[in-house]
């Protein structure tokens, strides 16, 4: 079952959240996880790049963390790049680091889905997103992916900010 | 997410007034390349890492908007524009196909489209099966070890024919390959062939979307749904790809990578890109799709109603009618109307055939379709006239019969060209 969230809570989120702790960062610039961070961070977001492997280094100019445990607060969102079964002790992980961080939302990438993992977070008090890319939807909703031929499924009749500054994402 | 009606959709689906200017209509953006905002960004845009524009070849803003309505009015994720509806088809399949590879095709097809899937792709080493419009199993028959697609037109050139979508569709999902469907005759208006269980849908946007008979253009919509990675045979989608340095388009674009690698490959590779002004052109015609779709299939019902009743008629294939066979399938696909594209036979034969598109004089003598002039071609004496007597008779063409669009002017002036037309 694939989840459909209001295109007014996506909005919401990301004109919300400010740090982004994203969870299998590569270096690798063919890499999904390297195209939403490129472009993330090109929209004024934080990244905090988590990633065991590249602990230590730095992609993209941020410094990789190991894990959520070491991540120096405030994060207000983890977004998931790992696999869905991965997904769950990484939910684990930031459910128990909440409080510290003052997580207020659990993003799992597209393609990442675990129900179990999301009532959790859910429980936690963690505002869960699935199966959606944050790059994507901010596009979708800035009105910056139409240049793509991607349906935006929205209709808005007032003159948008140039796209460079958050385009119809910025007028609600 | 809104859900906006379809005629709301059809004027504003993909516009906004103009970043730059607040201008209400969307621009004709007449450039052919956009300055980038500095190195870093245009390295970013070259490998797809960010959105924006580079070429015209590949994307034009007015053209985007095209492509974002033409996908709202079908309720597809994404949209291509191409520069004819044949660029469209050579697209879809140039990004799914490999040498050798097949696809299953209703026979029942613009002639036009016959000859690219026989013709044109052979030489690609692609190869078409046939299989028979209103019989699924007839596709089921065709598929081999190496079918990567099932296509068929929902309502067929030149008429008459309203294909089995569902139990086609079917017969893809068995199979595990995409269902692409030309929508170029009943249009999202009439018929949503994702709502079928289509997988990707093309258009002649030349034809009713566009509407005037002023300008060629293609599209193509994806509905989103399909799995690209399951079977392993679509490697443009689910492998690294070479010339973006290992990208892998289904994994990075998710439900709209069919249109993001038929752009960045396939377009950007063969070329086929919309003019903007054709774009804009097409833009303003869809604003009144439902009002025209709606006249269209009216008048149409008429006409062959009354054709139907005449004497000097000997049959007339159009789904709308009653008697006709394919009556159900249009009270199940297209209960709002048949088309406006159909064919009759005329007692007099070939000299009759002939002696009607010389006398009509509202009717325009032409090889289109799809205008909101009224329109008529006997097929035998032109279109199909290279053809054999016996091939013409088999492709619907034989020398009685007359092939008709109707379009949206006063029926009863219609009728009465006709009526002198065929005295």
Redesign the interface.
């Known amino acids: 079952m694939v989840p459909?969230y209001?295109?007014a809570l996506i909005a919401r989120l990301l004109r919300s959240v400010h740090r982004i702790a994203m969870i299998g960062a590569s270096p690798?610039?063919?890499r999904?996880s390297?195209?939403a961070m490129?472009?993330l961070l090109?929209k004024g977001f934080e990244i905090v790049p988590v990633n065991p492997g590249q602990a230590g280094k730095d992609i993209l100019g941020q410094k990789v963390y190991a894990r959520i445990a070491d991540l120096p607060a405030p994060i207000d969102m983890v977004d998931i790049f790992r696999n869905s079964a991965a997904a769950g002790p990484v939910t684990d992980e930031a459910i128990a680091e909440k409080q510290r961080l003052g997580l207020k939302v659990l993003w799992m990438q597209?393609?990442v889905v675990n129900e179990e993992a999301a009532q959790r977070a859910e429980a936690a008090g963690l505002t869960v997103i699935m199966n959606r890319?944050p790059k994507?939807e901010y596009?979708r909703l800035s009105?910056?992916?139409?240049?793509?031929?991607?349906?935006?499924?929205?209709?808005?009749?007032?003159?948008?900010?140039?796209?460079?500054q958050g385009?119809?994402l910025r007028r609600d | 997410?809104?859900e906006?009606g379809f005629d709301?959709?059809a004027v504003?689906?993909?516009a906004?007034?103009?970043?730059?200017t607040?201008a209400r209509i969307t621009p004709i953006y007449q450039t052919s390349a956009y300055v980038f905002?500095n190195a870093d960004?245009a390295a970013?845009l070259f490998?797809?890492?960010?959105?924006?524009?580079i070429y015209s070849r590949i994307?034009n803003?007015t053209v985007?908007?095209l492509?974002?309505r033409i996908?709202?009015l079908e309720g597809?994720?994404?949209?291509?524009?191409a520069s004819s509806g044949h660029a469209a088809q050579h697209l879809v399949f140039h990004t799914l196909m490999e040498p050798g590879a097949e696809f299953i095709s209703a026979r029942q097809l613009y002639g036009g489209s016959v000859n690219q899937f026989s013709q044109a792709f052979a030489k690609y080493d692609w190869h078409v099966r046939w299989a028979d419009a209103m019989d699924a199993n007839s596709f089921a028959r065709a598929v081999t070890d190496k079918t990567r697609a099932i296509f068929c037109e929902s309502i067929a050139n030149p008429g008459g024919v309203i294909s089995d979508l569902e139990g086609i569709a079917r017969v893809a999902e068995q199979v595990g390959v995409p269902f692409i469907v030309d929508n170029t005759l009943a249009t999202p208006w009439l018929i949503r062939p994702f709502e079928w269980g289509a997988h990707i849908v093309v258009h002649s946007a030349t034809k009713f979307l566009g509407g005037h008979g002023n300008s060629l253009a293609g599209a193509i919509v994806e509905s989103g749904t399909f799995d690209w990675a399951k079977s392993g045979k679509y490697r443009t989608l689910t492998e690294?790809n070479p010339s973006?340095?290992?990208?892998?388009f289904y994994?990075?674009?998710?439900d709209?990578a069919f249109?993001?690698a038929a752009?960045a490959l396939s377009l950007r590779d063969l070329g086929p890109c919309l003019a903007p002004e054709n774009a804009f052109l097409t833009l303003t015609g869809i604003e009144t799709l439902p009002l025209r779709m709606k006249r269209h299939c009216e008048n149409a019902l008429v006409i062959a109603d009354w054709l139907a009743r005449d004497e000097r008629v000997e049959w007339v294939n159009y789904a709308g009618l009653p008697s006709h066979p394919l009556h159900a399938a249009h009270r199940k696909y297209c209960p709002k109307g048949a088309g406006s594209v159909f064919t009759f036979g005329l007692r007099g034969g070939f000299d009759a055939g002939m002696k009607l598109v010389d006398s009509v004089r509202i009717f325009s003598h032409l090889a289109n379709i799809g205008d909101t002039r009224s329109l008529v071609i006997h097929p035998a004496s032109t279109t199909h006239r290279q053809l054999s007597d016996e091939d013409r008779v088999k492709a619907g063409a034989g020398p009685e019969v007359v092939r008709l669009s109707i379009g949206i002017e006063d029926v009863r002036d219609l009728i009465a060209d006709l009526d002198q037309a065929m005295q």
């Open positions: 459909n209001p295109d690798n610039p063919a999904p390297y195209f490129k472009y090109d597209l393609g890319c994507i596009g009105g910056e992916i139409g240049w793509y031929g991607v349906n935006r499924r929205t209709i808005d009749n007032r003159k948008p900010f140039a796209f460079s385009g119809t | 997410m809104a906006y709301t959709l504003h689906a993909g906004q007034p103009d970043p730059a607040g905002e960004q970013a490998n797809l890492q960010v959105f924006g524009n994307m803003p985007a908007v492509e974002e996908a709202a597809g994720t994404a949209g291509l524009a690294d973006y340095h290992g990208i892998r994994e990075t674009f998710g709209f249109c993001v752009r």
